[in-house]
Each structure stands twice: as C-alpha cells, then as structure tokens.
C-alpha cells in the first residue's frame, strides 16, 4: 500500500483531551498570564561572571521583596513554550509556575512567585535546551511591558505574536501535519498570555490560518469546535489557505442560520472547500433545530449538501454524496454517487448450514412469540438473561428515506427513550447499569411493556440476518451470535421502524422449557436497537453485474469487505488493500483505521 498504507507505525492522534499530562500533540501550554494579560516588547541583555556561568546579581539579590519576581531567559526564543517550562519544573524538581510571559528582542521574561525559585532557575544557567544554551538572570528593576488592547494587534511586538501563534500551533498539530485541533481557543493559556479579546475578531483566526497553512502544508481535518462562533466569516478562508482540507467540526458553536456555512461553499467563496468529505454540525443552534422538524433529518442533510455535494459523513453518520471530491457540480440537482463491491452483496450470511439452519427456526418462533404472545418467550430466555434497549433517534438520511412517508412521518419515541440505553447519550455509569435489564423476570416485565407489534416475515426479503459460532469461555459449550436486521408495524398507531436486534443463543437443555416447545436454543442476551424506518433495500442482492475484478473471496471475506466499506466510506480499491493488509482481521482493521484515516489520499475514499 506504498508510503499511504494502513501501517501501523504512524498515526493521526485526533485526541480531543485537553491537559498536561494527556495526548502530546495536544496537550496545553504551561504559560498562564496575569490578571492584566500584559504583553509587549523591548530590549535587555545580560552578562555572566568569568568563571562561574552565574550571571551578576544572582549571588544576593537586594532592594527586592520575597514576593513575585521577574526573571529574563536568553536562548529560549522560538522553542515550545510548554516543553520549556515542563523541562524548567523538571530540573528544579518543583513547578516553576511561571506567569506574565513576554518578550523583548531574543529575551523571554517570566515572573516567578519567589526569590527562592528564581535562585534555582539562575543555578540551571548554561544549560542546553533544544541544542541551546539557556541564560538566566533576575531582574531587580523589572522590565515593564504595556497592557494590550484587547486584540492580538495591540502587541508592540509582532514578531513576539508570530512566536505564540506558532507555539500554539506546535501543540495543536498532529505529528504528520495532517490535522488540526483548533478548538477551545478561548481557554488556551496561550491565546489568554497574548490579552486576545473575543475570537469573533477575524484578525485573530485569520493569522492562526495563516501560519498554519504556512507551517503545515498537507493539512486534511481541522476542529473548529467549541469556539463560540456565531458567524463562520473569521475563518471563511479555510479554502483558500488548505485547498486538501476533508474533514471539518465545527461542533459546539453558536451558528444559528445555515446561510453562515455559504462563505465556505461555492455560493460564496471564490475557494470553497469542494473536497469536503466529513462535516460536523451538531451542537449548534441551527442544527438543533432543523432536526426538531417533522422531516428534518432529510431537510438537515439537504441544506448541508446544497452547499457541500461531497459531504459523506455528516455528524458521523454516513450519507449519500451528490458528487466526488474536486468534482464540477450543479448545487441540489446533482445526483448521487453509486457505491458497489466488486463482488455481489448477499441478503444474509450464516457459517454454515446448520447455523443457518438453527437461525431461520429461532427467528420464525421468535417473532411469532413476540408478536402473538410475549407471556409465552418465558420459555426460551435463560434465567440469568440479560436484556438492553438503544434508540437511534438520527433521522434516516438514506435516498429511500428521503421520500418513503414511513421514514418521514413524525414517530413518538417515548415510550422506548424511557429505558434505552444508549452510550452515546447515557453518561452516567449508574444510568448505564440501571438500563442494563437482568433476568428472565425483569426481561419479561420489560419487553412486556412495549408497544404490541407486527413483524412482516412472510416476506422475508424485509430481513437481514448474520448468524456465527463463538467460544463460550469457561467451557466447552459453543453459542451462536444471531445480528437480524428488518422492520415491524407498531399496533394501533401502525408507524413503521427498522430495527437491529442482536441474540446470543445456546442449546436448549434436554427436557428444559425451552424444549419443550420446539426451540432449539435459549437467549442469554438480547440487545435491540430501535430507530425511525430506513427501509431494506441495502441488503438486497444486487440484480445486475458488479465490476469485473480478478477476486476470490470466501463469503466470510466478501461480508468482512461489505461491512467496513460501509463503515470507513472507503472504495472497493482501499477497502479490500486495508483487510489485506490487516492480514484479513477486521476487528484490527476497524480499531486502527481512525490512526490512519488523515493519511490516506483523497481518492481512497467513494
């Protein structure tokens, strides 16, 4: 896979943690800035003793207070800050706490709490730092620097601003220069040292996207998010400045009309980001509320995709694009871009005949339980089942969708939100335990509890199922994992769902109740995924030709290569080379993919 390949040496870092201590590439600055945030600039110089490295003045400092003091570093200017004051606290073996950073030519000044830290930092005199010798020195008469003007242009030093903008930038890039996390500006220490007022100021984002575009030149996925924009006009050059750029959040802002994200696309920007491929939008006032409408999953991803045709990822669910990547397109009339293997799909997938076997009896029996008499599942839920409910409350994006009146009619979803327990939005621990349902009697009482159904299974082309062996640990006993995909009919408000349910079945013991009745398994666990009606098109066998490739897989291969298609949005091509390379082990393929997703070239995706 050449020098774009899925190895395993190299990686994106997307880390969104902030902190010392945490993700490197991410981690913050140890400057803080005073309550006054001065900045400001000017010229000093030092002299050391003959002899001894100590620069004059440090010995027995005199006419000064045990309070804060200022101390000037020589020989540091241009490195990372956050490095330097790790290294500083690191070889004093205490925090340095070092505050009103600033700079005066090659000079650095801090001003430390006491005398007592400022004689040991003069001790670390001569000292290399990045290849540099560093020079201390106290300052008796402390150099004054003027208060900014709320504004990074009311700096006397502009070479002292480029300085903090690349620091900020060195701690914000990913190792290959190919992401940036510019969010949370407001609370970098960086941002605060320089007396920066509100990040509405343009200036501000468009010198940071200048240096940046500068500094990294290959620069694909950039996070706007948590910057409090209510207009996206600071950054309306993100085009012009990363041409290759795929991949943009600019979640949890104030963006209250989509009109804002026209200075971005071609109705308003001269280089508008036409390889954008993932966009992230949820958190924002505008997206909210689109998504509080009867259809607004359908209209949500229109006003997106009338200003970004390429977009496939939207808030990371997958949607249908208009057109590919740095294609000419024509606003809404744009038609969809097809996607197929080069093999053809397959409505269901079993490891065998006799699993397949096992599966179609289970689910006949089951559903007709379900649906007919829930009292009577009694008997094939083992006593120690465990039962869980998540709702996908995401409205259907998918062509189908977007006009069937099953997926646009508004469905109430209470009665299921009421016990999901969905990790996406359940954070609480206790939460997450108390919606985890365990036992055949609290199973019962639950599943009782939910709207009466019809599952369509005389036409069995509304159902999907996966069905395979697993090793039960502790034992020689093997179970068989049963994924179903399909829809039923609510009764009497007759809305329409899809749903995902997934079993895990072992053999029913002779002469257990479960045998009794004809079933040839017991649920150990059952976990059912809800959400409004998407239809069953996607897994139905392809009815003409796929392309002609020189491939022999096994189902079990052709599955694997489905699924993470679907799930990576990459083509046929770059799927079939990462399973490759991945020695065909998907879980790996799917853990590491995220690492290596910046490094891939544009085409590698559909």
């Excluded at 050449?2 to 991410?26: E, L």
């Excluded at 998010?225 to 802002?253: D, E, I, T």
Aim: glycine share 8%.
């Amino acid at each position: 896979m050449n020098n774009q390949s899925f190895g395993r040496g190299s990686g994106r870092g997307r880390g969104r943690g902030r902190g010392q201590g945490g993700n490197p590439v991410f981690s913050r600055l140890g400057a803080s800035t005073d309550q006054n945030g001065n900045t400001g600039s000017g010229q000093a110089g030092g002299f050391s003793q003959p002899g001894s490295g100590v620069p004059f003045g440090g010995a027995s400092m005199v006419g000064q207070s045990d309070g804060p003091v200022q101390v000037s570093i020589k020989g540091c200017r241009g490195k990372p800050e956050a490095s330097l004051f790790k290294f500083l606290n690191m070889k004093v073996e205490r925090p340095v706490n070092a505050t009103n950073v600033n700079y005066r030519g090659e000079i650095m000044y801090i001003t430390v709490p006491s005398m007592d830290i400022a004689q040991e930092l003069l001790k670390l005199s001569g000292i290399r730092f990045y290849g540099e010798k560093l020079s201390f020195q106290i300052k008796p008469h402390p150099v004054k620097f003027g208060t900014g003007t709320g504004s990074c242009s009311g700096s006397s030093d502009s070479a002292s601003i480029r300085d903090r903008l690349i620091a900020l930038l060195q701690t914000r890039a990913d190792p290959q220069g190919s992401a940036l996390d510019l969010s949370g500006l407001a609370h970098d220490p960086i941002i605060q040292s320089m007396g920066a007022g509100s990040l509405q100021d343009s200036k501000l984002f468009e010198a940071i996207l200048v240096l940046a575009a500068q500094l990294y030149t290959n620069v694909i996925t950039i996070s706007l998010a948590n910057n409090g924009l209510s207009s996206l006009r600071p950054v309306a050059n993100l085009g012009m400045h990363f041409p290759k750029l795929r991949n943009l959040s600019l979640m949890n802002n104030m963006i209250s009309d989509f009109r804002e994200l026209n200075c971005l696309s071609e109705s308003g920007s001269k280089v508008p980001l036409s390889n954008l491929s993932e966009l992230i939008l949820q958190g924002n006032p505008a997206s909210e509320a689109e998504l509080r409408q009867p259809n607004g999953g359908a209209s949500y991803v229109e006003k997106v995709q009338q200003r970004f045709p390429t977009v496939s990822r939207l808030d990371m669910n997958p949607v249908t694009p208009r057109a590919e990547p740095g294609q000419e397109t024509s606003g809404p009339s744009a038609q969809p871009v097809s996607r197929k293997l080069p093999f053809p799909t397959a409505q269901s997938f079993s490891e065998d005949a006799a699993v397949n076997e096992l599966a179609v009896a289970f689910l006949a029996g089951f559903f007709k339980l379900y649906d007919e008499n829930r009292s009577g599942l009694s008997d094939i839920y083992d006593s120690a089942a465990a039962f869980s409910l998540m709702v996908d409350t995401t409205h259907p994006t998918s062509e189908f969708a977007r006009t069937n009146p099953d997926s646009q009619k508004r469905v109430d979803l209470t009665t299921y939100i009421r016990i999901s327990r969905n990790l996406t939005r359940v954070k609480s621990q206790a939460r997450r335990i108390q919606a985890l349902v365990v036992g055949k009697a609290a199973v019962m009482q639950t599943i009782a509890q939910l709207p009466t159904t019809q599952h369509p299974v005389q036409d069995d082309k509304r159902f999907s199922f996966d069905a395979w062996r697993v090793d039960v640990a502790d034992s020689a006993q093997q179970a068989v994992v049963l994924a179903v995909h399909g829809e039923f009919t609510e009764q009497p408000s007759q809305n329409v769902l899809s749903f995902d349910r997934t079993f895990v079945l072992v053999p029913a013991p002779p002469g257990s109740p479960a045998a009794a009745i004809g079933s040839p398994c017991v649920v150990t666990n059952d976990q059912l995924t809800l959400r409004r009606y998407n239809g069953f098109h996607s897994w139905l066998p392809q009815t003409e030709p796929a392309p002609a490739h020189n491939l022999n897989l096994s189902p079990e291969q052709q599955e694997m290569a489905r699924v993470l298609q679907e799930q990576t949005g990459l083509n046929v091509e770059w799927t079939l080379k990462c399973l490759e390379n991945y020695g065909w082990n998907y879980q790996q393929a799917m853990a590491e993919f995220p690492q290596f997703r910046g490094t891939l070239p544009a085409e590698a995706f559909q």
